[in-house]
Structures are given as C-alpha cells and as structure tokens.
C-alpha cells in the first residue's frame, strides 16, 4: 500500500522514487506490481466499458471507452478495441498492466 500511495502521489511529476540518486520514471520503474481483484457478474454478461467503470479503473464512460481505444485494455490475454465487448464469467481483463479483474459468478 506504501508504494501504491507513492505512485499515485508523484505519478503527476513523472517521478517515482529515487534509488541512489538515480531517479526512477514511470516508463522504467523498479517494481510492477499489479493488482488482482474478483468481480461478482450478477447477470449473464457486463460490456468492457462499464465493467471498467464498475471496477473503478475509470471514472466515467468515455474515460473508459478512451482505454480501450488506446489499447490498454487486454481480455484472455488478447488485446481488445470492442468498447461494448461482453465478458462473461471466466473471462480475465487487464487494465494497463497493472490492474487484473477476474469475472466470477454469484
């Protein structure tokens, strides 16, 4: 959580840490760790827009609709460009390599 808080703290700034004297940047930090978490699907399927907003990596729809433009939303694996793609139970999105979402059922 320590290194969560300082990454989001300097992310503005470019600057993550500093390792004897030698900064660290966002395109080549010393530690990736992503974080996992569950999703409970109520309901057959959820689209990849509003999943990403359900599961907090994006604040509105057309944030998260940007995501998936930009490439940096991945389903089973495979990059994804569908905005509207459905997820089922099973199926695994990662958000910026950083953030993992399993999809499991009630």
Request: with cysteine.
């Amino acid at each position: 959580l320590f290194l969560k808080a300082i990454l989001r703290r300097h992310r503005g700034r470019g600057i993550l840490l500093h390792e004897r004297n030698r900064p660290v940047t966002l395109s080549n930090p010393i530690i990736r760790v992503m974080q996992s978490q569950d999703f409970t699907l109520l309901t057959e399927y959820i689209d990849l827009s509003q999943l990403l907003k359900a599961a907090g990596l994006a604040m509105s729809g057309g944030e998260a609709k940007m995501f998936v433009t930009d490439g940096l939303v991945t389903v089973n694996g495979e990059p994804e460009s569908r905005k509207r793609r459905k997820l089922r139970s099973g199926d695994v999105v990662v958000f910026n390599n950083e953030h993992k979402v399993c999809i499991i059922t009630a």
